[in-house]
């Protein structure tokens, strides 16, 4: 579909007006607790053989009951201090009445009127510039099993199968109010959600095993009208991608559906990969009635605000914070900053490399070249390679102090990142200190001249470049010891540059 | 008498004496089963192999150290069908479950298998207990063992029954709006139900998880007291039960009432009441006065509407507890190639029809643009029930009452619903607020049992089972047997 | 107000619960009889009273993060109606 929609503007023409989408994200998030919300079976599930982590009570079998994991309460109350949420002091579970094979109680345990944390907001950029979307709210609840479709696992299979390792994981629903207006701010929206429960440690923000999953809402309107359009709700995007092509799609489509003059349903649609496309998920619909009400098998939370202030105490610097602290203290740029602090291992590796008295910037340089190059190349990172975090800040002083040239630098950090090992013992005991003594590099000199008449010739007659070969030519001859600009310096006196 | 046929204590005693060892009230149990339970119909499930097991082992703990051992070691206990024992068969009355073997054991069952008690079986109740008469029982009806032709009370009629015949000294039911103390009152023997949150419901089939609390029937309020210590107390796997240190009952059991005060509540002797029923109560008050108590009439002024907060409650936490029943991870399915049409017929077909009423009754109050007008206000009338017996326990220590407006009503005789549901019009009050409750034998009515209910604050288990016990041994009703034990005698 | 014949497919269609056409319309009667009782509970003023969802006092029950062993899957598959390999199965969802 064209791209009528949405790039760098928000503004949609429908006919001679102009519309604007509406956007509003729900993710969930499971929490990175070791047990399950309400039972003691563990919550890391994936990979487990089908069924064989479940129990009693996350198979809903009569008789069980449910106790809450502190941890995961705890968590969310992370995730609400960390999106600026407000947290009353009471809170309850209420149970979510529906069927489905993969939901074994036929409710799932959520919170609908009073949930944990409400009314917060989260910071992010869009090509640079600084965003705010609302938070509506921040409940938890547990997950549903796993449902497999004919085909999907078993050639055999002529019917549906459920597995129920993924019952009862703790999780998270984060509902973002409608302030989005393109599929970029959604896009970035989500990242920036996402980094930021990987920095407080709740989520491990996996989109393609769904341990982050997102729907959206979308409509479009009038510009300047305060009502909102028809809602659509968009399923079934499991990557970043999928949801800028999912969104940016839709969009059109409904702008397409008003210019024809047509009306939009509200609808449930799902994205398919394949087809590029949002398809309505056309069901029977039996009118939803989850008929709510308070769990009567859990006791209501009261959060005391010592609780609260403590989890806020021990929360980590957030992303955002971090990057303007780190542009602010080493004089990084927008750019570089952003990238430094996109994990939080990334950037407490970029503060204790510097931390050892490596410059900013050239740690800077590194990590987000050779360092990030090689962490791709081998799918491994720094802090788990060979060379490790204090290696590569050995390294980078050799390099600063002038003990080794950048390309014996570069040379090593392969080598090392692979196979491990002390960076100083190494450039000792091959030999691979840089060459920066005039005289020892006074008869290369003379070599590189002597060998190099048509680059001297072109040199003399003011071809600049020309220059570069000789000081190769040195270089090579010292496996790359020499120190290159004291190499162009001799060079220059000797041709009487 | 029979062992089986009389009271814990008395089974405890002799087991210690060697008058008797735990395979001979086993045999004795079994004897009195197989004797009686064709016409009663009280168990489900008969777990004779577990038992003879369980018995062995008693009598070895038994022998190595008897002053250790529980008053409950080596004595036969029969289980309502709704408490899961694991690997053994649970149907909670309902053909939905058949086949379905739990694979855990409940917490207060297991607090009695630790105690070293001898299970014999599961009994029969109403399906999800969900009756007053057991007769909704998928499987069969009980009856009566003073009249075969009249039911038991329900939902724990199996209970009643299995303790009225004489089978087991003790059994366990489930009290939800009066299912252990109307069957109780109706087959002439006591039951007790603990407060909310004494006793774990880990392991209890729930039926209304707000309401719901396992509790003991016996011949005598002692034997109640002995069980309760055994099964009550904090469980880590039921939220709702409470921390606090469970009081011994027996410590203060024998401690009389002399100068205790009691409440009559006025809306509890209202125009329902049978006049022979009504008789035994007041005889009963009279005994309790000469003992030296004092009445005081109480006013507890929405009593009228209790019955229809229960019954928005109960079916409402019903028709969500009842969704796990879907043919998919346990029990009965009725295939079919299409999801939903096997969801309708599973359930369609596995529910009988009292269940269902009360699931599309809890339905409808919780569905959209009816929860304000039903659940929200049921909630609201449920806090004003708990409050006025809160101020009514301000001026007095219990409340005295009938347990069951009637005495046990032949089969068949109420079709319809509300009739059946007025049945526990003086119980469920009590659950509504938590409260703890013992029913116990206070005379005869055209020869049939009638219960005194003994009703006391939050917590205060040991001081409803200090004035039954007294009113009890005041009385000797307890001694009463239905004709199947005396014919065993 | 009396229950319509489209409440009650209703209310059976969100429980889930197969009813005969004469199940529909015994259960319409009775749930009409029992919901006319029910108007008893207008008799008591509730204006100044909280909701009880649940008696007792306790607030913030909850467990330590210890995650314990799960069932077999031979054990957690042992009653299932209807099984594929070591899945439960249900039939296909047409809804
Ligand atoms: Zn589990």
Redesign the pocket.
């Known amino acids: 579909m064209s791209s009528t929609a949405t790039h760098g503007t928000d503004t949609l023409r429908v006919g001679d007006r102009e519309y604007q989408a509406v956007i509003g994200l729900e993710v969930h998030a499971q929490l990175l607790t070791r047990s ?1 919300m ?4 563990s919550a890391a599930y994936v990979g487990a053989p089908p069924n064989s ?7 809903g079998l009569p008789g069980t009951l449910p106790v809450i994991n502190r941890q995961a309460v705890e968590y969310t109350v992370r995730t609400a201090v960390a999106l600026n949420c407000e947290i009353p002091e009471f809170t309850k579970f209420d149970r979510k009445n529906y069927f489905y094979p993969d939901l074994p109680k036929g409710y799932q345990i959520s919170q609908y009127d009073l949930p944990l944390s409400r009314r917060g907001w989260l910071q992010f950029h869009v090509d640079g510039e600084q965003r705010r979307c609302g938070i509506t709210r921040v409940h938890l609840e547990e997950d549903t099993g796993t449902m497999y479709h004919a085909g999907d696992v078993l050639q055999s299979a002529t019917s549906s199968l459920v597995d129920c390792n993924r ?2 994981v703790p999780l998270m629903e984060i509902v973002g109010e409608p302030d989005l207006r393109t599929p970029e701010e959604a896009r970035e929206y989500l990242i920036w959600l996402r980094r930021v429960l990987m920095y407080i440690g709740v989520n491990d923000g996996n989109l393609e095993q769904g341990s982050f999953r997102c729907d959206a809402n979308v409509s479009i309107r009038p510009r300047g009208s305060d009502q909102l359009g028809v809602k659509v709700e968009i399923k079934n995007m499991n990557s970043f991608r999928a949801v800028h092509h999912a969104l940016g799609y839709e969009i059109e489509r409904q702008r397409q559906v008003l210019e024809q003059g047509g009306a939009l349903p509200q609808e449930t649609r799902g994205w398919v990969e394949t087809q590029q496309a949002t398809v309505s998920q056309r069901s029977k619909e039996y009118a939803h009635d989850y008929r709510y009400f308070p769990e009567p098998d859990l006791p209501p939370l009261q959060l005391e605000a010592a609780l609260v202030e403590r989890i806020r105490g021990e929360l980590p610097e957030l992303p955002d914070a971090r990057a303007a602290r780190l542009r602010r203290q080493h004089g990084l740029g927008d750019y570089d900053a952003g990238l430094l602090t996109a994990t939080r291992e990334e950037a407490d590796t970029y503060e204790s490399v510097v931390a050892t008295g490596v410059g900013a910037k050239l740690a800077a340089n590194w990590m987000l070249g050779d360092v990030a190059r090689l962490a791709n190349e081998h799918r491994l990172p720094l802090q788990q390679s060979g060379l490790g975090v204090a290696g590569l800040a050995a390294l980078l002083r050799l390099l600063e102090a002038g003990t080794i040239s950048g390309s014996v630098a570069k040379e090593l950090l392969a080598e090392l990142y692979r196979d491990g090992g002390d960076p100083a013992a190494l450039v000792e005991q091959r030999g691979l200190g840089q060459v920066s003594d005039a005289g020892a590099l006074s008869s290369l000199i003379d070599e590189a001249i002597a060998q190099g008449s048509k680059a001297v010739a072109d040199f003399r007659a003011g071809k600049e470049a020309a220059l570069q070969s000789l000081v190769g030519y040195v270089m090579k001859q010292t496996r790359g010891r020499a120190d290159a600009q004291l190499v162009n310096r001799l060079l220059r006196e000797r041709l009487g540059g | 008498m029979s062992f089986t046929g009389g009271t814990v204590a008395a089974s405890a005693a002799a087991l210690r004496e060697g008058g008797v060892s735990p395979q001979e009230l086993l045999a004795e149990a079994r004897a009195q089963f197989e004797r009686v339970d064709a016409e009663v119909g009280a168990v489900l499930t008969q777990t004779w192999e577990l038992a003879e097991r369980q018995a062995a082992d008693a009598q070895r703990r038994l022998r190595e150290d008897p002053g250790a051992a529980s008053p409950l070691c080596g004595i036969p206990v029969a289980l309502k069908d709704v408490l899961c024992l694991e690997g053994v068969a649970c149907t909670a009355g309902s053909r939905i479950l058949e086949g379905f073997h739990p694979p855990y054991t409940g917490t207060a069952v297991q607090r009695l298998l630790d105690a070293g008690a001898v299970v014999i079986g599961k009994t029969n109740c109403d399906e999800f207990a969900m009756g007053s008469s057991t007769e909704n029982s998928a499987y069969r009806p009980v009856r009566n063992p003073w009249d075969r032709s009249r039911v038991p009370g329900g939902s724990s009629g199996g209970s009643a029954a299995a303790v009225a015949a004489g089978m087991v000294p003790y059994s366990l039911g489930t009290d939800t709006g009066g299912s252990i103390r109307q069957p109780a009152a109706l087959c002439g023997v006591v039951g007790f139900k603990p407060t909310y949150g004494r006793v774990s419901r880990y392991g209890l089939i729930a039926f209304a998880s707000s309401l719901d609390q396992i509790g003991p029937f016996a011949h005598t309020v002692e034997d109640c007291a002995l069980v309760y210590s055994a099964i009550a107390g904090h469980d880590p796997r039921d939220s709702t039960s409470s921390p606090t240190a469970v009081e011994d009952p027996m410590e203060t059991l024998r401690g009389g009432i002399a100068g205790m005060r009691l409440g009559v509540p006025h809306e509890y002797f209202g125009e329902g009441l049978e006049p022979g029923v009504r008789r035994a109560v007041e005889e009963a008050l009279r005994v309790l006065e000469g003992m030296g108590a004092t009445l005081d009439e109480v006013s507890l002024p929405s009593t009228g509407a209790a019955l229809s907060t229960y019954y928005i409650i109960a079916p409402a936490e019903c028709s969500s507890n009842l969704a796990r029943y879907d043919g998919i991870r346990f029990g009965m399915r009725k295939e079919h190639d299409a999801l939903l049409q096997m969801y309708l017929d599973t359930r369609g077909c596995g529910f009988g029809a009292e269940v269902k009423r009360r699931i599309m009754l809890g339905t409808y109050a919780l569905s959209s643009g009816y929860y304000d007008a039903y659940y929200r206000k049921a909630q609201k009338v449920r806090t004003v029930i708990a409050e006025e017996f809160a101020a009514a326990f301000e001026r007095v220590d219990a409340l005295v009452c009938a347990t069951s407006p009637t005495v046990a009503f032949p089969l068949a005789a109420r079709e319809d619903p509300l009739s059946m549901y007025l049945c526990d019009v003086l119980t469920l009050p009590v659950n509504l607020a938590g409260l703890p409750g013992v029913s116990l034998p206070c005379g005869m009515a055209d020869g049939l049992p009638v219960g005194l209910q003994v009703i006391a604050p939050r917590f205060q288990d040991a001081r409803a089972l200090r004035v039954a016990h007294a009113y009890e041994q005041a009385t000797g009703w307890h001694r009463a047997r239905s004709p199947l034990v005396e014919a065993t005698a | 107000m009396p229950l319509t014949p489209e409440d009650i497919a209703h209310v059976a269609m969100l429980a889930r619960l197969g009813l005969s056409d004469e199940e529909r319309s015994r259960y319409g009667a009775q749930l009409d009889a029992i919901l006319e009782h029910m108007t008893r509970l207008n008799d008591v003023d509730t204006s100044p009273v909280g909701e009880t969802a649940q008696v007792g006092e306790l607030v913030n029950v909850w467990r330590e993060d210890i995650s ?1 062993p ?2 077999s899957v031979e054990r957690a598959l042992a009653n299932a109606p209807a099984r594929e390999a070591d899945f439960f199965r249900v039939g296909a969802i047409q809804e």
Not at chain 1, 38 to 41: A, K, L, N, V, Y
Not at chain 1, 53 to 59: A, E, F, G, R
């Open positions: 399950k309400f039972c003691g079976c982590n479940t129990c009693p009570v996350c198979l019952c009862g | 314990q799960s069932l």
